[in-house]
């Protein structure tokens, strides 16, 4: 493993991890990324590309708007770091291979939907369309054309499950439970792993979202939280580990044998 690609890929992660911010941002609020110069949210002022060095200006000028002085949400720090991080695990766990490409599109969806969802509850629809249609492009050249109609069928597969529990949730609750870009999120999950993985994602999402949304409830009243980057995080976790449908049966009757 060369350590100047390791380096290489965690300075690209943070340039991107940049990016994904302001498309996550810009997009959550409608407008358009390619259009229009950055600017600080409070004082509209323009921002110069010393302004905008990924971590480092963050670093530099205390999370503090060079201009007006207001607080910076550290949210587009935290999003550079990590897509550095995963960029950088992505080339270590995959190498050169069609994997790599299916993990840094996975880190990189995840990146630009956290901020949508964090920020505005949205996830946009033309990001979830976009990375469908680079999803099955790479499968396509990954599985071939049999393999890659089957990860389409888990993909709706999974939609429809999701779907379903949306409607559970709205019959139990009384009111919207799940938002409609979290079950077309399990639509492009589908397009990578299983049904039965992608089961296993919303299964262990619930489960890492559950006492988050206990202790934010307990200090902040908070009642909503975006269910997207739980999600997605599960996603990257059972992508990342290599796990199997098998592995997952076998830990489970290795379990039922104990009890
Ligand atoms: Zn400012």
């Given at each position: 493993m060369d350590s100047l690609y390791l380096i290489l890929f965690f300075l690209f992660g943070l340039c991107f991890g940049s990016f994904f911010c302001v498309v996550g941002t810009r997009l959550g609020r409608d407008?358009?990324?390619?259009k229009g110069r950055s600017h600080c949210?409070?004082?509209?002022h323009p921002l110069f590309w010393y302004d905008m060095i990924p971590l480092i200006s963050f670093l530099l000028q205390k999370g503090k708007c060079?201009?007006?002085k207001a607080s910076i949400f550290p949210l587009s720090f935290f999003i550079e770091l990590f897509t550095g991080l995963l960029f950088m695990i992505s080339y270590y766990s995959?190498?050169?291979?069609s994997s790599l490409l299916i993990a840094l599109l996975a880190v990189s969806l995840t990146m630009i939907v956290i901020t949508s969802d964090l920020l505005y509850f949205i996830i946009p629809d033309e990001v979830l369309l976009f990375f469908s249609i680079c999803f099955l492009i790479v499968q396509f050249f990954r599985l071939g054309p049999v393999d890659t109609l089957l990860q389409l069928g888990s993909g709706l597969l999974l939609f429809l499950v999701m779907y379903g529990l949306l409607c559970l949730g709205n019959l139990l609750?009384?009111?919207?439970?799940?938002g409609g870009g979290d079950v077309k999120l399990l639509f492009v999950i589908g397009l990578v792993l299983n049904p039965f993985l992608g089961l296993i994602s919303i299964f262990l999402a619930s489960f890492i979202a559950l006492p988050i949304s206990l202790v934010l409830y307990y200090?902040?009243?908070?009642k909503m939280i975006p269910f997207g980057p739980f999600l997605l995080l599960s996603f990257l976790l059972l992508f990342f580990s290599k796990i199997t449908t098998e592995d997952i049966v076998q830990f489970i009757l290795s379990i039922s044998f104990k009890l």
């Open positions: 407008e358009s990324f390619l949210d409070i004082c509209n060079r201009y007006c995959f190498g050169f291979s609750f009384k009111k919207e439970s799940l200090f902040k009243r908070e």
